[in-house]
């Protein structure tokens, strides 16, 4: 079943339209309520008011909250995945046995294996079972020595390098500058950064740098220890807590938001909050038939178990959430009328004034 079997009374780009809206609040429903909560912890979220809504309508839209991305957040911050990135990449069947792994830079700009059927099934399952890296300043030499390297050649090229260098050219300003801006203790020496990151990198800077205000965004944040219940240290925590702040704040078309041309019914917004990202996998893989309920999780018999994808514990989107109501009488078959506005979904109102 789809929006347009549903719908019949609809005009293809309002069906288009809706689709579109329907695609682009999943992936930021999945990003606000399943990544942000396994990276910020629930305290951060709670100050911020960033916690998740289970029912009704979010109503705090701020006409004068900038969304735009911070170059902080792009160039430094939300890059705090670098550090998880493991060395070799699993390929599991899809019964979750073991089958082999493959160095993670033999992958990347050299995706050959996809082209064999079933293959791409195979990695997902390998990233569901893989543990990722921890969050610190190791981060592996299949992208630090041999990212985007040549076949036949022994080295490629430095991706924190490429990181450090984007920063200096956007102007970034220092790690202890955004210390400052976050309200974060004050670090004034080398012997300060111990309290905040272990000794040998604390050493480690104080040989490369004159001054802790000279430190790189990035290369400070992802030497922070974690916080508890966090996976970032206090810093990135920070900047990326902010950011996501503005990004629902300051956005009028947030899918939560009521009394807006794109505002979903409540019936709707109720749907789409019952989707999640294992939901989709099954909906969008070959021969995916059980995972773990929450993919961002490693599986556990008692925490996090396995289901079926056709058993009733992962949802499927509720269409008839969709279905027009009342009927449209016949005369809207026979096309000698238009439906009225008021019944299109969201987007048609915001088409109109573009258009």
């Known amino acids: 079943t789809s929006i347009k079997d549903i719908t019949k009374y609809w005009f293809g780009t309002t069906v288009l339209q809706s689709n579109k809206s329907t695609i682009l609040t999943n992936i930021k429903h999945i990003i606000f309520n399943g990544l942000k909560p396994k ?120 991706l924190i390098s490429f990181n450090l260098q984007r920063g200096r050219e956007a102007g970034l300003p220092s790690y202890t500058a955004y210390r400052n801006l976050c309200g974060l203790p004050k670090i004034n020496s080398f012997y300060d950064l111990a309290q905040h990151m272990t000794n040998s990198t604390a050493h480690k800077y104080a040989q490369l740098y004159s001054s802790v205000d000279d430190i790189d965004l990035f290369s400070g944040g992802v030497s922070e220890r974690p916080q508890p219940g966090s996976l970032l240290g206090p810093t990135f925590t920070c ?83 969709w279905r027009e109501q009342p009927e449209y009488p016949p005369s809207y078959v026979r096309g000698e009328h238009r439906a009225p506005k008021s019944h299109f979904l969201p987007f048609y109102s915001l088409l109109n004034s573009l258009f």
């Open 39 to 158: 990276t910020l912890e629930f305290d951060i979220l709670d100050k911020i008011s960033q916690n998740v809504y289970l029912q009704g309508y979010w109503n705090n839209y701020d006409p004068y909250t900038n969304p735009s991305m911070t170059v902080a957040f792009i160039t430094a911050a939300f890059r705090f995945g670098h550090t998880l990135l493991p060395s070799t990449v699993e390929r599991r069947s899809v019964s979750h046995k073991y089958i082999k792994s493959r160095r993670l830079s033999k992958l990347i700009r050299q995706p050959w294996d996809l082209y064999e059927p079933g293959v791409l099934d195979e990695y997902y399952m390998g990233l569901m079972h893989q543990p990722a890296q921890a969050f610190d300043d190791s981060i592996t030499q299949e992208v630090t020595n041999h990212l985007f390297e040549e076949p036949g050649e022994h080295f490629g090229v430095d």
């Open 239 to 321: 900047i990326i807590a902010l950011q996501f702040q503005r990004l629902r704040k300051g956005d009028r078309y947030w899918y939560e938001l009521p009394d807006q041309p794109s505002s979903f019914t409540p019936r709707q917004l109720s749907a789409l909050r019952k989707v999640r990202l294992s939901r989709l996998l099954c909906e969008n893989t070959d021969r995916i038939t059980t995972l773990q309920t929450y993919l961002m999780v490693l599986p556990d018999h008692n925490l996090n178990p396995r289901v079926s994808c056709q058993g009733g514990v992962l949802p499927h989107l509720d269409l008839s959430a």
